[in-house]
């Protein structure tokens, strides 16, 4: 019985063994550091102010949750798209850290994306953020308490390092932009046209295997 279902499990094993083989550097991904992260992770590079990224929140939201448990999902904002200026991008960038520690942070992302690129409300200060998280059911002097933290100003500038270290890289040429482990970027060009989402999300678990 045994020797039985180690057979069947080796068979559900192997169309995914020989989808991973068919992934190729320079084709699928590509290298865009020498060594892996710490901790197993995905990270998107995105804007709100991106359309793109609007429309692959879906695929993000599928992937994240789709992780096997020790890895993890990072959104790392950016402040580089010439909606705004790099100071108003960095103030979001501080309010999804925000977002990130608030029960309501799905909903939170969600009201960013479409205060911005729907009723293309600016939110260039602080408190059209505050206004904003509260109109979703957030707390308002928990938002202005942590946007002037050290913690989250820490965080917010750790985003915007780890933007710097892959654009001098090269590795950044553009958003929605996934690195996996810190040394493997998705170039989506080279996935399945007619199978995209599942082949895009079949490719991030794959990177997650490398070293």
Do not use: W
């Amino acid at each position: 019985m045994k020797k039985f279902i180690s057979m069947i499990f080796v068979a559900l094993l192997v169309p995914f063994a020989s989808q991973a083989a068919d992934y190729k550097e320079g084709t699928h991904y590509s290298v865009v550091n020498e060594k892996v992260s710490a901790k197993p992770e995905v990270r998107e590079y995105f804007s709100f102010y991106c359309p793109h990224c609007l429309r692959f929140e879906p695929l993000m939201k599928d992937i994240a949750k789709s992780l096997p448990a020790g890895s993890s999902f990072e959104k790392n904002h950016v402040d580089f798209l010439r909606a705004a200026s790099p100071e108003v991008q960095f103030n979001i960038t501080k309010a999804l850290v925000v977002a990130m520690q608030m029960p309501q942070k799905e909903t939170l992302v969600a009201a960013m994306f479409d205060a911005i690129q729907v009723q293309r409300k600016p939110l260039a200060s602080t408190a059209e953020l505050r206004k904003l998280f509260e109109s979703v059911g957030a707390d308002g002097e928990k938002f202005e308490k942590l946007m002037s933290s050290f913690g989250v100003n820490s965080k917010a500038k750790q985003m915007k390092k780890f933007q710097d270290e892959m654009t001098r890289k090269g590795a950044i040429t553009g958003v929605p932009t996934i690195i996996v482990n810190g040394k493997y970027k998705v170039e989506a060009g080279g996935l399945d046209k007619k199978d995209f989402l599942n082949d895009y999300k079949n490719l991030v678990l794959h990177l997650l295997t490398l070293k």
